[in-house]
């Protein structure tokens, strides 16, 4: 994981949860990747 992934909401922070599960696709790749 990057230093960013702190900055975001919580929200942001499950859904980045939920994108990494799937393989961390699209926005996975693109905020945190």
Not at 14 to 25: D, P, Q, S, T
């Amino acid at each position: 994981m990057v230093c960013n992934f702190l900055s975001y909401p919580i929200l942001k922070n499950l859904n980045f949860i939920e994108i990494y599960k799937r393989g961390g696709n699209q926005i996975g790749k693109i905020e945190y990747f």
